[in-house]
């Protein structure tokens, strides 16, 4: 067998794509360093996934799941397996992809996008593809090189095309298998699921062999069955098939009406022989030889189509991999705007020891207000919302002017998780962060490890300003408890074990965070052991973040100026932390304040507070003065003043908003006072319309049972109250509804519109509007189906839109071009009553096919009465019907003339019958 045509594709070795997870960048060989390499490799691994369960960064990628637009991208976000680039340089590039995506509007379509990884795996390992299946392919490569080619557009067009290049380059080289989608179309026919008779010149003589084979055992079992029939042996001719081969049904007291007949099944009473003719047992041999034949052919076909997708397999996984990579942008460009996401920058010690850096450049972590997105959640839409209306497409993230939309808050500012502000100054190496329990340390610290993984995977921050982190290989975190059982672990034990993989595995591009260091064991050896280890990761780190209770862990700034400390603000008034950190300040634990708030008895406090005193140090004793809780008073006092300056401008701001938007609204409520009116005509025109339609229905009850003479009367009393009708309301041709108010215009059958989707082209309306409000419209022999709000009425629509509903009397007096062919002054000249539809003189011919259609016309026509009219539906379709049913009307003796229904609907045809 072969095809029509010869298809050539280029072959592409594909990329591999950016994997979620860290490994360093060096081959490893046999020998026993790189034996050890491998181990340390290992080890990395294993730590950087479990500090992702740690963090919870599966949280996150779900979140970012509800966001993705393809079967591919939904799944990688839900196993989080979530890129992250492997050196900052890829990560910068995935954050230039999201900021890309995220200005796209309307966003892109991946509507047709199908995760064929498993079709083509089918096809590479010999199996034959369903038709189903390589039209998912075609599908889906179609797509893909519309999303190319709407990129090229952007970026192409505009006022900054440059942004969207990131988005471009990911598509840029890929091969879009253009040939094998062609190929595919050429022989499948993907909106009625067949092979085509042009696939291959086999198949095209098989089906024409078995046409001219099935004309002619249709004839023969027709006139079987017609004789058998005439001759009593069946109430009416039937033909069907049994066993697979075409027979006629016959009475069983009647079957020597079919000699040498061969009977293929009995009906369930026993009644009803079903008989193949003698005549036709030949050719139902060959229809069944050739209906093998042609299956045969079909899968071979079928199979030159599959291995033509299995010679495509690399091509077409690089394509699915790249597709996924625009996906995951526009995943993070949606996530971005539901956490009200900002663009963070990568910072760089390029400057260190300059000293032109100002004060705000010296600082090597630097964010403002940044909220834990886990946290975070709660207080935002929900996700099972935004998935129900699309909106990880973000199609509805954007309005018309491209720009990003605030809609993402459902609570007020109370329910939010406190901001966060992070500042490490350049060249630091070791933040101590101290602080009461339940003050926040914890939680600041996966903040800022969650931080830094969605930097290093491009996604924006839920933050202020432009939040400024470094690029991090890999973030390693001891928080928790690692108590095992199993492996005989205890607490201490479990939190030292893991400090100690993490010493070995980090590197001077990594960040480390441990929680309670030292923890679990006698204090004095626990502060021993932790000085020990943050003085070792001083060299060897370039940021670790520790949170601590022993205060003797504050003192290493004092002695090496790459230790800073901060501390978790805690409220002296309420008792209660306020979970903010005060950065270069040291905090107590407050365990006797907490404790006192509890309710502790209060012998219990003053006693604890006199050991406390014994056992601190003497430097410590003169750290608890005055002059600290003076700082906080003052601190206290300027936030104050700060809170009330901001309050003062925000009232003045608002008061010069209200002013401004009353100056600017005189135009909203010129036009607002317009709708309104125009709304009120409207419901006097319904009203009018209900009127009319009342007296149409009573003219057409009373026409049933009036005498031909009394005809004129009821024509006469019926036009006299219609005309009542619209002078009491005083309606007149002039008045049209203006375009600013279509939104209630709904267009009727046959009428002309203009669609605003297709550049305002007039079309014809082919179907009446739906309940979802979608209407289908035909330009041309092209069908589409487009919104209601799109409608645009013509000014004859709007002209005559009080007229066009409901049954009407026939205005006369206009013709049309289609339906001059036929003329007589005879209609003129005889009376035939009021041209007025009913379901009894209304023929319906959509639907039919041309032969069924004509014989429906026929019959219509020979059974209506004399001096009567006839409404023909054929709607407009191909044309093929329409065609038909004219040249009947036009060479049919009984018909005297014919004319369109109206000036506005071509799909329905008025004939007079002598």
Not at 136 to 151: D, I, S, Y
Not at 377 to 397: M, P
Not at 495 to 514: G, P, T
Request: aromatic share 6%.
């Amino acid at each position: 067998m072969e095809l029509s045509k010869l298809f050539i594709s280029v072959k592409k070795p594909p990329n591999l794509f950016l994997k979620p997870c860290f490994r360093p960048c060096f081959s490893l060989s046999n020998s026993p360093e790189s034996n050890s390499l491998s181990e340390q490799v290992k080890l990395s691994q294993t730590l950087q996934t479990e500090t992702l369960k740690t963090l919870e960064w599966s949280s996150i990628c779900k979140q970012l799941s509800a966001f993705t637009s393809t079967p591919m991208g939904f799944s990688v976000a839900e196993k989080a397996q979530v890129p992250f680039g492997r050196t900052q340089k890829e990560s910068q590039k995935l954050l230039d992809q999201t900021t890309a995506a995220r200005m796209v509007s309307p966003p892109l379509d991946f509507s047709g996008i199908k995760d064929l990884t498993e079709i083509v795996n089918f096809a590479a390992s010999g199996e034959l593809l369903t038709i189903k299946e390589l039209c998912t392919v075609r599908q889906t490569l179609r797509t893909a090189r519309e999303l190319f080619k709407n990129l090229e557009v952007l970026t192409s067009s505009g006022d900054f095309p440059e942004r969207y290049t990131p988005l471009l380059e990911i598509l840029q080289n890929c091969d879009f298998q253009e040939e094998l989608e062609r190929k595919i179309a050429y022989c499948i026919d993907c909106n009625i699921s067949i092979i085509l008779d042009r696939a291959s010149e086999e198949l095209e003589i098989i089906r024409s062999e078995r046409k001219r084979n099935l004309e002619l055992l249709d004839s023969v079992l027709k006139r079987v069955s017609s004789e058998i029939f005439q001759a009593g042996g069946i109430d009416r001719p039937l033909i069907t098939k049994r066993r697979s081969r075409m027979c006629v049904g016959i009475r069983a007291t009647h079957k020597y009406l079919c000699p040498d007949g061969v009977r293929l099944n009995v009906s369930s009473s026993g009644a009803t022989y079903f008989m193949e003719p003698k005549d036709a047992v030949e050719l139902n041999n060959m229809e069944v030889k050739l209906l093998n034949s042609e299956r045969d052919e079909e899968r071979a076909i079928l199979s030159v189509l599959a291995s033509e997708v299995a010679e495509s397999e690399r091509e077409i996984k690089y394509l699915l991999n790249k597709i996924l990579e625009i996906d995951l942008a526009f995943a993070r460009a949606g996530y971005a705007h539901w956490i009200n996401g900002v663009y963070p920058i990568f910072s760089s010690e390029d400057c260190e020891g300059s000293n032109s850096i100002r004060a705000a450049d010296a600082l090597t972590v630097d964010i403002d207000g940044i909220q834990h997105p886990l946290l975070l959640e709660s207080s935002l839409e929900s996700l099972s919302d935004i998935v129900s209306s699309k909106c990880g497409n973000v199609a509805q993230l954007i309005d018309g002017n491209g720009v990003m939309t605030s809609k993402s808050f459902s609570g007020d500012k109370s329910d939010l998780p406190v901001p966060i502000d992070f500042k490490i100054l350049l060249g630091t190496r070791v933040v101590v962060i101290s602080g009461p329990n339940t003050g926040g340390k914890t939680a600041s610290m996966k903040t800022l490890g969650l931080a830094s993984l969605m930097l290093k995977a491009g996604m924006h921050l839920p933050a202020k300003n432009h939040p400024k982190l470094p690029w991090f290989d890999l973030v390693l975190a001891d928080i928790g408890d690692h108590q095992s059982l199993e492996q005989n672990l205890s607490t201490f034990s479990g939190h030292i074990s893991r400090i100690c993989k993490i010493l070995e595995v980090a590197s001077n591009q990594s960040l480390v965070l441990i929680d309670e260091i030292g923890s679990g064991t006698d204090p004095s050896e626990g502060v021993a052991l932790s000085t020990s280890i943050l003085q070792y990761l001083k060299d060897r780190v370039n940021i670790a973040v520790v949170t601590t209770h022993f205060a003797d862990l504050s003192f290493l700034k004092e002695k090496d100026t790459r230790f800073d400390n901060a501390a978790m603000e805690f409220s002296q008034e309420t008792l209660k932390p306020t979970y903010r950190i005060l950065w270069g300040s040291t905090g107590d634990s407050n365990a006797l304040s907490i404790a006192k708030s509890i309710g502790f008895d209060q012998n219990i406090i003053e006693h604890a507070q006199k050991w406390v005193e014994k056992l601190k140090p003497e430097k410590q004793q003169v750290r608890t003065g005055l002059l600290y809780q003076s700082l906080v008073e003052e601190r206290n006092g300027l936030k104050a003043q700060a809170r009330r300056a901001a309050s003062i401008h925000a009232e003045i701001m608002d008061l010069y908003a209200e002013i401004q938007e009353e100056a600017e609204d005189l135009d909203t409520r010129e036009r607002a006072l317009m709708v309104k009116e125009s709304q009120q005509v409207q419901h006097e025109l319904m009203a009018a319309k209900s009127q009319i339609e009342t007296v149409v229905q009573e003219f057409e009850s009373q026409l049933r049972t009036a005498t031909p003479d009394q005809f004129n009367s009821l024509i006469r009393k019926s036009e006299y109250a219609i005309s009542s009708i619209v002078k009491a309301q005083n309606l007149g041709d002039d008045f049209t509804i203006s375009k600013a108010d279509n939104i209630s215009y709904t267009p009727q059958f046959g009428e002309q519109v203009h669609v605003k989707e297709l550049g305002g082209k007039l079309v014809t309306v082919v179907e009446v509007p739906g309940d979802d409000e979608s209407i289908l419209v035909q330009y041309g022999k092209v069908k589409v189906r487009v919104k209601k709000s799109s409608i645009r009425a013509t000014q004859t629509s709007e002209r005559n839109a009080a007229t066009n509903s409901g049954p009407r009397l026939r205005r006369k007096g206009w013709q049309n071009e289609e339906f001059q062919g036929h003329l007589s002054t005879d209609k003129d000249e005889v009376s035939y009553g009021p041209v007025v539809q009913t379901s009894k003189n209304t023929v319906d011919l959509r639907g039919m096919r041309v032969e069924e259609a004509s014989v429906h016309l026929e019959m219509a026509i020979n059974a209506s009465g004399s001096y009567s009219v006839l409404f023909i539906i054929h709607g407009m379709g191909s044309g093929a019907v329409k065609e038909r049913a004219l040249e009947i009307l036009r060479n049919h003796p009984r018909v005297t003339n014919y004319e369109p229904e109206s000036p506005t609907n071509y799909g329905c045809t008025i004939a007079y019958i002598k």
